[in-house]
C-alpha cells in the first residue's frame, strides 16, 4: 500500500511535459508527488540507463571544460540540487550546471536525446527556482541553455522567458497536484507505455505492466 507523505514533494522532471502539453496525464504527477517513491511498486524500465547516464555524463564534463576554460567557475550537478518549500508543496530538482559571474548566472542542461520543448521548460523552471531555493545565488539573473549532442541544436533561453504568465501557469500545476484531490487522469497507450505506476496503483493504465519485446507472425 503506498504511503501517503504529509506534504507533497514534486520533482521538476514531473511537471515539465505537462506545462507544455507533451503530456496529459496530471495523476501520474500527482501520484508520485503525494506518495513515498520506495512506498510503491515500479514498471521496470528497458530503457539503457547505463549506456545513457554515461553519454550524458561525457556531454556535461565536455561542457563543463568549455565553460572553465573560458575562466568561469563552474557548480556540477550535487552542487546545484535544491528543495524549494511553498504552501502546498516542495519542489525537487538537480541542474546540471550553473556558471555565475556577478549578478549574471547561467543554467545549463545537457541532453543526448532528440530536442523537445519540455527540455527549455526544465531550464525555466530551475531558472525559476535556483534564486530562490539556493542562499549563495539568491539575486542573481540566470539564462538558460539547453545543451544538446548536436550543438547546432542548443536552445538559449533568455531571464526574461520567466514572467508572471509562466510563474502562473507553474503554481496552477503546483497547485493541482498538490491538492487533496486527486488530479485528472488520462490514460493513453502514448503515456501509460512510458508511465512507471502499474495497473495495482493505476487500474486504468491501457498498456501491460512490464515491457515486453516486439513479436511477429512474419518469420
Ligand atoms: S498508467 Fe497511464 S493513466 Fe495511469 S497514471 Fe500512468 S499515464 Fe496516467
Same mark, same amino acid.
Given at each position: 500500500?503506498?504511503?501517503?507523505?504529509?506534504k507533497?514533494y514534486? @520533482?521538476?522532471t514531473?511537471? +515539465?511535459? !505537462? $506545462?507544455?502539453?507533451?503530456?496529459?496525464?496530471?495523476? %501520474?504527477?500527482?501520484?508520485?508527488?503525494?506518495?513515498?517513491?520506495d512506498?510503491?511498486?515500479?514498471?521496470?524500465n528497458?530503457?539503457?540507463l547505463?549506456? @545513457?547516464?554515461?553519454?550524458? +555524463?561525457? !556531454? $556535461?564534463n565536455?561542457?563543463?571544460d568549455?565553460?572553465? %576554460?573560458?575562466?568561469?567557475?563552474?557548480?556540477?550537478?550535487?552542487q546545484?540540487s535544491f528543495?524549494?518549500?511553498?504552501?502546498t508543496?516542495?519542489l525537487?530538482?538537480?541542474?546540471?550546471l550553473?556558471t555565475?559571474?556577478?549578478v549574471q548566472?547561467l543554467?545549463?542542461?545537457?541532453?543526448?536525446?532528440?530536442?523537445?520543448l519540455?527540455?527549455?521548460?526544465?531550464l525555466m523552471?530551475?531558472m525559476?527556482?535556483?534564486?530562490r531555493?539556493?542562499?549563495?545565488?539568491?539575486?542573481?539573473?540566470?539564462?538558460g541553455?539547453v545543451?544538446?549532442t548536436?550543438?547546432?541544436?542548443?536552445?538559449?533561453?533568455?531571464?526574461?522567458?520567466?514572467?508572471?504568465?509562466?510563474?502562473?501557469?507553474?503554481?496552477d500545476?503546483?497547485r493541482?497536484?498538490?491538492?487533496?484531490?486527486?488530479?485528472?487522469?488520462?490514460?493513453?497507450?502514448?503515456?501509460?507505455?512510458?508511465?512507471n505506476?502499474?495497473?495495482?496503483?493505476?487500474?486504468?493504465?491501457?498498456?501491460?505492466d512490464?515491457f515486453?519485446?516486439?513479436?511477429?507472425?512474419?518469420?
Amino acid at each position: 500500500m503506498p504511503t501517503r507523505r504529509d506534504k507533497p514533494y514534486i @520533482w521538476v522532471t514531473w511537471l +515539465t511535459k !505537462l $506545462l507544455v502539453g507533451e503530456n496529459s496525464c496530471e495523476w %501520474a504527477a500527482w501520484f508520485r508527488a503525494q506518495h513515498f517513491s520506495d512506498s510503491y511498486d515500479k514498471v521496470p524500465n528497458p530503457f539503457d540507463l547505463v549506456g @545513457w547516464q554515461m553519454q550524458h +555524463t561525457e !556531454l $556535461l564534463n565536455q561542457k563543463r571544460d568549455e565553460l572553465e %576554460a573560458e575562466g568561469r567557475k563552474v557548480f556540477i550537478e550535487n552542487q546545484n540540487s535544491f528543495t524549494l518549500r511553498g504552501n502546498t508543496a516542495t519542489l525537487g530538482g538537480k541542474p546540471d550546471l550553473i556558471t555565475v559571474s556577478g549578478v549574471q548566472g547561467l543554467i545549463l542542461d545537457v541532453k543526448t536525446g532528440k530536442p523537445a520543448l519540455s527540455h527549455s521548460v526544465q531550464l525555466m523552471v530551475y531558472m525559476y527556482a535556483i534564486p530562490r531555493a539556493l542562499g549563495q545565488h539568491q539575486g542573481i539573473r540566470f539564462d538558460g541553455k539547453v545543451v544538446y549532442t548536436d550543438s547546432s541544436q542548443n536552445v538559449d533561453i533568455p531571464h526574461t522567458a520567466v514572467d508572471d504568465t509562466f510563474i502562473r501557469n507553474l503554481s496552477d500545476l503546483i497547485r493541482r497536484i498538490s491538492s487533496e484531490t486527486p488530479a485528472r487522469k488520462v490514460p493513453s497507450p502514448q503515456e501509460c507505455s512510458f508511465c512507471n505506476i502499474t495497473s495495482a496503483d493505476c487500474p486504468e493504465r491501457v498498456v501491460e505492466d512490464v515491457f515486453e519485446e516486439g513479436t511477429t507472425d512474419d518469420f
